[in-house]
Structures are given as C-alpha cells and as structure tokens.
C-alpha cells in the first residue's frame, strides 16, 4: 500500500511539473526568460552588497569591459574609468558607515533575449544614525555576455524619497 501511494504521489509530481513546463509564450512565462530576469536581478543585489561591503572588485565584477556610466554631468567608459569613480563614491568613503538598500517596489526588469533593462533606488542609509544619508536611481541596460549578465549602461540620477 506505501508503495502505491508513493507511485501516486510522484505520478502526480511529474504530471505537474510536465504542466509547469509546457507553459510559455502567451499563456505564460517561460522558464528561460525567468531564469534570465532572476539573473539579471541578482546584478542589484550585487551591487547593494558590494556597496555595503566597500569592495570595489566585487563592484567591478558586474560590469561589461566597455560600459559607460553616466552620473549627473559626467558620463566614463570602460570598467577602469567607472571603478576611479564609485572609488571617489560616497558609499565607498571609509569614513562611511553606509548599508545600501533598495525597497523591492523599487526594482524593474526586463529581458528580451540576450538584452534587458534593469532599474532600481540606491537608499544608502547610515549605520550611525539610521537615516537616509544618499539616495540615487540607476537605470540601465544589461547583456548577457559569454553566459553572464552584465551592465553595458548605467544613467544615474536623482530620486525623491516618498513613503
């Protein structure tokens, strides 16, 4: 009896599974495309944690040899250029006691094949006091490029905080 209420229970895992699997297109997301939008999120967090963390390599390690990144009047290229700038970054200060946080309704993505967007809010709260010592917004386009997402793009620009 354990036996065939076993089989019966795995019957009805693998005929849900089967199920999950046939859905794409328009009924549907498929799994490639969900697979690739988890990758690209995991950019964002890779940056929030390399920015908490002050490590510049880690920071580096998400961006395309030839990005250009594009803060409020100044627009660099190349991962030499944009690692000089988040080296003279607030969050990488060491006289900053900075956690970077992004609220998840902040957060879009999009995928198309081997090219996405990804956007989201930097709040770079100060350890010491708990306030929001920073905020910026980073727009860009990501490539999946020899199996790895990367940023290609990146616009920063001013946010305003609201509840």
Sequence with gaps: MKKVLTMAALAGLVLAVSAYGARS?????????????????????????????????????????????????????????????????????????WISDTPAYKIRTTVNGNKGTLYFECHYIDVDTGKVASAVGADQQVQKLKGKWLITNMAASSVTLTP
């Design 25 to 97: 297109g328009s009924s549907g997301t498929s799994v490639q495309k969900l697979a690739a939008l988890y990758q690209i999120d995991q950019i964002e967090k890779i940056w929030h944690k390399a920015a908490s963390k002050k490590d510049l390599t880690l920071m580096m390690s998400i961006w395309a040899p030839n990005a250009t990144a594009t803060f409020p009047g100044k627009t660099v290229t190349g991962k030499a250029e944009i690692r000089a700038l988040f080296a003279k970054a607030g969050p990488f200060q060491p006289q900053n006691h």
